[in-house]
């Protein structure tokens, strides 16, 4: 064989074996929102808007908790990764032998107390996936990676404290050589914190606090917020009465997005605590909003504040998806972030500066964003005042749209977006701090919103700033989305039909009824075999169907912190589950 002919033959093995990785890497799903911008976009084009009608199941997997199901499952190769809620079962499903059987079984055994100080529900939101890990969190406050091929683990690293009401809910993310990983608890008066741990040992490299002075908040010389209200020394600590910032809450429960170019990463802060805000006078700064760090050092770069002075729970976790959109006449790199407080924002990802903020749902709690201040003009009507019940508070404490992801087609420039309709009454007292125990000073009790419906699922265009088109539903939509190549879009009813809606217009393709209530994250992937696959985790619960995963006494309207009142009819409608569906076309 002449050097030439070798050469050739090079070439060609190493473009088949280049085209082979690129065909596995665009069926895998690695992590819960599939990509570092938080898409939740399948390239895949097999299941169509045709032949999705055609979909049936493949294999269901039983997770063996009957529990709230909020995970997205991760699909690497011909490994199906599968996370349970409390006691944080991780399965290994071998996707090449029918009935995909469980190659391994990992336990990791959490502490049990963890259980009674969980804010709202024992749910996780998934693993992650990396260089031959998987990176998983227990609720009693651990992060641990496992072989992904035997299931052996390598490491683990406490980084909370239960006895305090710390637990970690979230879904890591790896960025680089660091998994990020934040706290729950802020219903607990805990102190909200980011960490990033060395995917190779577990070792801490940064912990960023969203309270307390600059050098616990990682706030140096590279921050520039671009709002006035963010600049300035130790804010954390002097828009807090004095010591405070200690239980002032601001977990990192969320979402995080990661923007290579800029190598930056984006994340949410939750509630101040306690939910009283007269016994905390001031902005309560880093609650409520939006950071972006520098993902080697924790280096906080800019921050922007959704809801100074929190007074509703509106939080600032949900995803922040990140988009090159054209706004105002120019190309932007930008985050379009769903928030609670019921606005849509635009925001430019390289300065924090605020170019939208349009409301997708019912707002009486303020009267628009100034975008020249960057704050939220309130509604004076709404504003909480100790012993007093405030009525039409809208949208509720979980927001027009809590945890559960939107997804983005690059086809159709449409953000599908899972959400609520829902306002409350609120009334709030004296909260006292004791470790461990609710910190909260606030009674609620939520009802449907306009029009009697409680969730809707539209699909949102962010340039034009309006819904394209929405899907009325009877209980708020709970689960992620996911949008495919094929102009089909994926989402979960607490009912627990499985639907698949076209994406331009949104009509509905299809439909199948699990066993129980669907909060989780839907997927898309190709198996082995070379086919396309939709899965989903069923099994009602988190904070809006802790009705039915915690048997509550629906006759109190204010159980489930508010919630109770809104789904007492719930119970009617489904029953508990923890069951993965997997779906394929014939």
């Known amino acids: 064989m002449t050097t030439a002919t070798s050469f050739v033959r090079a070439l060609l093995w190493l473009a088949l074996c280049c085209a082979a990785g690129a065909r596995a890497q665009e069926g895998d799903w690695p992590m819960a929102a599939r990509d570092h911008a938080s898409t939740r976009f399948s390239p895949l084009t097999d299941i169509r808007t045709d032949n999705v009608a055609q979909l049936k199941p493949a294999f269901t997997f039983f997770t063996g908790v009957r529990r ?33 059987p469980v190659k391994w079984k990992f336990e990791p055994k959490p502490d049990a107390g963890a259980q009674g100080v969980a804010c709202c529900d024992v749910v996780t939101r998934g693993p992650a996936y990396a260089d031959g890990r998987v990176f998983m969190n227990t609720l009693d406050a651990q992060t641990i990676a496992v072989d992904a091929a035997t299931g052996t683990e390598l490491w683990r690293t406490k980084l909370g404290d239960i006895t305090k009401g710390e637990t970690i809910t979230m879904a890591p993310l790896v960025v680089k050589d660091k998994v990020l990983v934040g706290n729950s608890g802020s219903e607990l008066g805990v102190r909200g ?45 002097t828009t807090w009465p004095p010591e405070a910032w200690k239980i002032g809450g601001g977990a990192a429960w969320g979402w995080i997005s990661y923007d290579p170019e800029l190598d930056l990463i984006y994340y949410g802060t939750a509630n101040p605590g306690p939910w009283n805000a007269e016994q905390r006078p001031g902005d309560n700064k880093w609650t409520a ?38 706004v105002k006449g120019a190309r932007r790199k930008v985050i379009v972030h769903p928030d609670r407080n019921g606005y849509v924002y635009v925001i ?34 709404t504003e909480t005042r100790m012993g007093t019940t405030v009525r039409d508070v809208c949208p509720a404490s979980p927001g027009g749209k809590d945890w559960q992801p939107s997804a983005w087609s690059p ?41 009697g419906n409680r969730g809707v699922f539209g699909a949102w265009d962010p340039v034009k700033a309006r819904m394209a088109w929405s899907i009325r539903e009877r209980f708020p939509v709970w689960s992620g989305a996911l949008a495919t190549a094929g102009d089909v879009v994926f989402y979960g009813t607490m009912e627990g039909w499985f639907k698949a809606v076209d994406a331009r217009s949104g009509k509905l393709l299809w439909q ?42 629906v006759r109190d309207g204010t159980a489930a912190k508010g919630f109770a009142s809104a789904m007492k009819d719930l119970p009617q409608y489904t029953g508990k589950g923890g069951t993965l569906y997997v779906f394929s076309l014939p």
């Open 68 to 100: 709230g199901q909020e995970a997205a499952p991760l699909v690497v190769g011909d490994t199906m990764y599968v996370a349970a809620p409390y006691p944080n079962y991780l399965y290994a499903l071998d996707l090449t032998k029918p009935g995909a």
């Open 193 to 237: 914190w980011l960490a990033a741990l060395d995917t190779r040992t577990g070792r801490i490299a940064w912990r960023a606090y969203s309270t307390g002075p600059d050098a616990e908040v990682l706030i140096g010389p590279a921050f520039k917020p671009f709002y006035a209200q963010d600049r300035g020394k130790d804010l954390g600590v």
């Open 289 to 326: 909003g939006i950071f972006a760090r520098k993902p080697d050092t924790g280096e906080a770069v800019w921050f922007y504040q959704y809801a100074p002075h929190d007074q509703h729970d509106y939080n600032g976790t949900n995803e922040n998806v990140l988009l090159e959109l054209d």
């Open 348 to 381: 430019d990802r390289a300065s924090g500066e605020v170019l939208q903020a349009t409301p997708f749902v019912k707002v009486t709690t303020s009267n628009g964003i100034d975008l020249k201040s960057g704050r939220p003009v309130l509604n004076p009507a």
């Open 411 to 451: 086809r159709t420039q449409l953000l599908y977006m899972p959400h609520q309709n829902m306002c409350q009454d609120m009334m709030t007292f004296q909260a006292s701090y004791i470790a461990g125990t609710p910190y909260l000073g606030a009674e609620v009790v939520m009802y449907p919103g306009p029009g």
């Open 512 to 553: 199948y009824k699990t066993e129980s209530g669907i909060i989780g994250q839907p997927i898309s992937y190709r198996g082995p075999d070379g086919k396309q696959y939709v899965a989903v985790l069923s099994g009602v619960g988190g904070w809006a169907g802790a009705v039915v995963s915690k048997d509550l006494d």
